[in-house]
């Protein structure tokens, strides 16, 4: 009897103190009743060989005392639908972005990897590591807490149909957002016309500024791209929803646009810098910085880019399912 | 349907939990109405299984401790054969409460085969 005295005792150890001793003896009695009728069909004492089967069949420890405690979790089937929406969030719209623009970073600027070499490349995604660990830990702890004090039942059963929200449609743009990007746009284009850039000269606050002999290709190309972005929008005027053509038009439209951003930021775009208050040679530092700076961004510019497309793909795989 | 399809169903996962779910749910009714006699848990196993419906120690214990509870049985510690047992048995509440489950049991029964 040694083994199930042994398997009692570890029951034991899980049971809540108040009804150790009370389960544990009726426990006992029944393994005992179990090994009794066993001994007289056989007519002999079981092995522990023999014992075994009938506490393997009875549970492990932890399993057996598990079923008489109360049923416990952190946070309760009530909210954890919500918990669950607003982890996956976290996750989806702030801890994933960061961590894909890191990974960008690191594998497209060689200048990050320089600056960061061997472990210390993984010790610059420390403050990720702090941001999910914190962010993780005090959401789970404020829905613990919330599902142990009385809000709960405020959260649960104060509900009514009316007050849901409405039926979400993905597609549908409203006309008021569609004229607001309209008269964005429009005025960005103009003030662009107007301030004359289409020059490569420019004269602010006394320096004369000269560009590269490239931009007026890039110049011409924002234009178009930002009137074929115009072109859309009026599109989404008379339809006020994404439909397959708008969402592809989108789609070649932004990488053009990011692809334009991105080689404008690695064109040298500066060519010279004049003004009475600045030397020449200042002015060749200047140029030659700017320059530098801009290309070095340029990581970012492609990042960004590489983000907008993602969603700008999601949203015709989105209007190709509903469609 | 053949035996060796038969075979596969009794060995799927899915039915397996459906059949045990639906033995769950029984096992209330089946452990009152048994102790309309007053058994002690090993005896009360052995009624169960004798009636096909087996039931391991370690979900008849925590069930009786939990009807024990909600004050439909009451039980006793007792010596039969040297050995110290606890006896259980209907409370009265727990009669009126059986007296109305058999009921809903015959209704969902009636029903069902309505379905089938």
Redesign the interface.
């Known amino acids: 009897m040694a083994l199930v005295d042994r398997y009692l005792q570890a029951v034991k150890f899980w049971l809540p103190r108040k009804q150790k001793d009370d389960?544990i003896?009726?426990?006992s009695?029944?393994?005992?009743?179990?090994i009794e009728d066993q001994e007289a069909e056989l007519g002999r004492k079981l092995t522990d060989t023999e014992v075994e089967p009938i506490l393997k069949?009875?549970?492990s420890p932890m399993?057996?005392a598990e079923?008489?405690l109360p049923q416990r979790s952190l946070i309760g089937p009530a909210l954890f639908p919500i918990y669950s929406v607003v982890i996956r969030s976290l996750l989806v719209y702030f801890l994933l972005p960061w961590l894909l623009l890191w990974l960008g970073i690191t594998i497209f600027s060689p200048d990050f990897r320089a600056d960061h070499p061997g472990a210390a490349l993984f010790a610059s995604l420390e403050p990720w590591w702090l941001a999910c660990t914190y962010s993780l830990f005090f959401n789970t702890l404020v829905f613990a807490l919330l599902d142990r004090s009385q809000a709960r039942s405020h959260l649960v059963n104060d509900w009514s149909p009316r007050a849901l929200p409405s039926e979400r449609d993905h597609n549908r743009i409203s006309r008021g957002a569609t004229l607001f990007e309209l008269t964005i746009t429009v005025a960005t284009l103009a003030l662009w016309v107007q301030f004359d850039t289409f020059h490569r000269v420019f004269h602010i606050f006394g320096v004369t500024i000269t560009l590269s002999s490239h931009w007026p290709y890039f110049f011409w190309g924002l234009v178009v791209l930002t009137l074929a972005g115009i072109g859309i929008s009026g599109l989404h005027l008379s339809t006020a929803r994404w439909t397959r053509l708008s969402a592809s038009l989108r789609l070649v439209i932004d990488g053009c646009a990011w692809g334009l951003i991105y080689c404008l930021f690695r064109a040298n775009l500066l060519q010279s810098l004049s003004g009475s208050d600045v030397s020449s040679t200042e002015a060749a530092q200047l140029v030659n910085s700017l320059n530098l700076w801009m290309a070095s961004s340029a990581v970012w510019v492609l990042v960004i880019g590489i983000l907008v497309l993602v969603f700008d793909v999601r949203r015709i795989l989105r209007v190709g399912g509903t469609a | 349907m053949s035996p060796s399809i038969s075979a596969d169903i009794h060995n799927d996962d899915r039915f397996e939990n459906l059949r045990q779910e639906l033995r769950r749910g029984s096992l209330p009714l089946a452990v009152l109405a048994a102790l309309r006699t007053e058994h002690y848990g090993y005896t009360l196993r052995k009624t169960l299984a004798d009636h096909g419906m087996a039931i391991d120690e370690g979900t008849l214990y925590p069930l009786l401790r939990r009807l024990e509870t909600q004050g439909l049985l009451v039980s006793q510690w007792r010596e039969e054969d040297k050995r110290n047992k606890r006896f259980y048995r209907l409370s009265p509440d727990g009669k009126l409460i059986l007296k109305q489950l058999l009921i809903e049991w015959k209704n969902i029964r009636t029903s069902l085969e309505d379905i089938f």
Request: hydrophobic share 35%; with cysteine; proline share 0%.
């Open positions: 389960i003896a009726e426990l009695e029944d393994l005992r009743s179990q069949r009875c549970g399993a057996v079923r008489y």
